[in-house]
């Protein structure tokens, strides 16, 4: 490119961007005088003037730094959490190499983007990134390789950055290729590295990562957005002992590199990878669970019920476009319940209960593998649309393999804890209560919570029963899927659907009743509760009455207490007593009766020990502190420690222990944890 080209695209960009108001009368001088006047504010794009080797002798750029904070805002008109412009164009396939560096904590390579064009003239190509390192950006076109000009932005808090790569003047419509160089930043908030002493071998280190909602783009350049899907080939050299993994079916292996391919298209945020010492156990004809050898086997044995379950979920959905689905069973610091990964699920140590009785998640993220893997949502916004839905369909896998009333219970159980959610969580924010939320002035972390799920599945819930129950609405469920398989799509793309299917028939009617502002659009619970089978809840129900209104003494001559619940009663009814607005007589006696009557010190259910730690809290024990926060340390699930932490914000005797505790493990949390936890305990 010429000198005058360069000196006319820098021109250009800084005027755009109001970096500085210079004349170009001496472009050398100019670039300069930028240089100089900015250098000390540490915010890096790039200058076409300045190079390594002297003005306009390389491709290699210097960073120079741009002095304009940019609002929050809306980000794109697609997705308000991405710059991209996928109206403008799409990223179809992307091969990833990588090496994978565990002495520097960071990936190191290249992705190559094969790109379609959707608009005529297009002059730049933005995407999203977010601390990255892009060492070089080129054009591949007809054989040959054209070195282009690249500008990263100022970063937005919790949001990331925009790439914009420039393209020749005359880019037609249609296939385009850009190779970029780059490495991760040793913190990337969708990575985790693992000392070999946080690991169980302690002899190995361990990586892996955690892309939902917008973390893909601290890990690749990309439209991080769920409104662009796209396959991938990945090659990954890493060290020989140790086993990678990715969402995606391998292809080769041989020490030290592995190749893998994702055929199906899926957006950013379901790329993934872990590497460490790993071993596998087989759980049915395409499906393994992967761990690090001492707990295998443990896991084998738990989620035993795996090929049942994807076996349910496929009748239900239809057929299982994905080929394999193995589970890998994460190190404690993994933040989620679950992550539906194609092909891969990560799934947390929390689950292994000895009983079975928590792989219901399992359930959970199987089913992702139609609705949010298949059918996305378009943006975050419209979040139910993924995880309203994979409820929906999880418990009708736990229907139709454990009965009818586990169904009901399951789903009132799920608003026990709903209402907890908009109580605490969600009490200074009650627009993030609506079904669909505006993330105009919102990172989608912010955004999350258990609304979208259980309001989400509720709505779903009320549909059914107003339609005229399974048998009518299960078949518009598969028509839906198979009608939106492979798109991103946003409420109204649901809504149109239920219309076309149900328009000619004799339901039509029915379409008519559906209030879709009151759920769309209303805060706090479900405007309307659908008529569940209430027998199993009600057992759970009279219990957290019994234990919140009566004292010690009249508990200990209650034969009710006596009575025999199932452990899934058990979590619901400790859930229902935290949820109670008075407890007679919380003191250390009668948490103690309680932990006597049910055998909760014995417990290895995360989701029990989770809620007698929060009784603890709120009996005010402060002896037991350091008990309470073992328990927070022992697992960085954000389910389980954001409401410790909360609840413990809130308790003035105890919060400033809370926080040292946080200071001195935040570094062991991913990103999307410590950052919330950061903010539940107001030091953000």
């Known amino acids: 490119m010429s000198i005058a080209k360069r000196v006319q695209q820098w021109a250009t ?10 004349t170009w009368q001496n472009p050398f001088e100019s670039a300069k005088l930028v240089k100089t006047h900015l250098m000390g504010l540490h915010k890096p794009i790039y200058h076409p003037m300045i190079s390594t080797r002297g003005f306009c002798s390389s491709h290699r750029l210097l960073p120079i730094y741009q002095i304009q904070k940019r609002n929050m805002g809306r980000l794109g008109t697609v997705d308000p959490s991405s710059y991209s412009q996928p109206d403008l164009i799409t990223t179809e396939h992307s091969v990833l190499n990588w090496k994978v560096d565990f002495a520097a904590t960071k990936l190191q390579g290249s992705v190559l983007h094969k790109f379609n064009v959707l608009s005529t003239n297009l002059e730049q190509i933005i995407l999203d990134v977010r601390d990255i390192n892009v060492t070089n950006a080129t054009l591949l076109a007809g054989g040959s390789q054209l070195p282009i000009n690249f500008f990263i932005s100022d970063p937005v808090d919790d949001i990331g950055q925009k790439l914009t790569l420039e393209l020749p ?10 190779l970029i160089d780059y490495e991760t930043s040793s913190s990337a908030s969708g990575l985790q590295w693992l000392s070999p002493a946080q690991t169980l071998g302690k002899e190995h280190p361990y990586m892996f990562s955690q892309c939902q909602a917008i973390h893909a783009r601290s890990v690749i350049p990309c439209q991080d957005t769920p409104a662009v899907k796209f396959t991938y080939d990945a090659y990954v050299e890493h060290p020989s002992e140790l086993t990678a993994l990715m969402s995606a079916i391998i292809q080769k292996k041989e020490p030290g590199k592995t190749q893998f391919k994702q055929d199906v298209p899926i957006p950013a945020y379901l790329v993934a990878i872990a590497i460490g010492k790993l071993v596998f ?8 669970v992967w761990a690090e050898e001492a707990i295998v086997d443990a896991c084998a044995e738990e989620f035993s019920e795996t090929a049942v379950m994807l076996k349910t979920a496929s009748d239900l959905c239809g057929p299982y476009v994905w080929k394999q689905y193995d589970l890998l069973v994460m190190p404690p610091s993994f933040p989620f319940g679950g992550m539906e990964n194609p092909c891969l699920t990560f799934v947390t140590p929390t689950l292994l209960a000895g009983d079975k009785s928590l792989a219901d998640v399992v359930a959970h993220e199987i089913a992702h593998s139609w609705t949010g893997n298949l059918v996305t949502n378009k943006n975050f916004e419209h979040f139910w649309l993924n995880e309203g839905f994979t409820v929906f369909v999880e418990s009708k896998i736990v229907g139709r393999m454990q ?19 908009i109580r605490t969580q969600l009490d200074k924010t009650p627009e993030l209560t609506k079904l669909v939320v505006d993330l105009s002035n919102c990172g989608p972390d912010d955004a999350f919570s258990s609304v979208p799920y259980i309001k989400g599945s509720t709505f779903l819930r009320y549909l059914e029963d107003l339609f005229g129950g399974p048998s009518v609405f299960e078949p518009f469920l598969r028509d839906y899927l198979k009608k939106y398989a492979y798109k991103s799509i946003e409420t109204n793309d649901f809504k149109s659907a239920l219309y076309d299917y149900f328009k000619d028939t004799d339901k039509k009617d029915k379409l008519e009743a559906v209030d879709w502002d009151l759920w769309l659009s209303s805060e706090g619970m479900p405007p309307i509760i659908p008529k569940f089978d209430e027998s199993l809840a009600n057992v759970t129900k009279e219990l957290a009455l019994l234990w919140s209104s009566k004292s010690v003494a009249e508990l200990n001559d209650s034969p009710d207490i006596k009575k025999t619940i199932s452990i899934h009663q058990l979590i619901d009814f400790l859930g229902k007593l935290i949820e109670s607005k008075d407890i007679v007589d919380l003191t250390e006696k009668k948490i103690e009766l309680l932990e006597s009557t049910y055998n ?8 029990v020990r989770f809620r007698l730690n929060r009784l603890i809290i709120r009996a005010r024990l402060i002896k037991r502190l350091d008990e309470i926060i073992a328990f927070a340390n022992s697992n960085f699930r954000m389910k389980f420690c954001r409401p410790i932490y909360r609840d413990l914000a809130g308790w003035p005797e105890a919060k400033p222990a809370a926080v040292r505790n946080f200071e001195s493990v935040k570094d062991q949390m991913m990103a999307v944890c410590s950052h919330t936890i950061e903010k539940d305990l107001g030091l953000k």
């Open 13 to 22: 960009f800084a005027r755009t961007w109001h970096i500085y108001d210079c």
């Open 169 to 178: 003047s005359g880019t037609a419509k249609g296939s385009l290729e850009v």
């Open 281 to 288: 156990r087989p759980l049915g004809e395409n499906s393994n």
């Open 403 to 421: 009965g009818a009333k586990e169904l009901d219970f399951k789903m009132l159980s799920n608003l026990t804890d709903l209402q907890e959610c």
């Open 600 to 607: 909760l010190k014995a417990s290895k259910n995360a989701e």
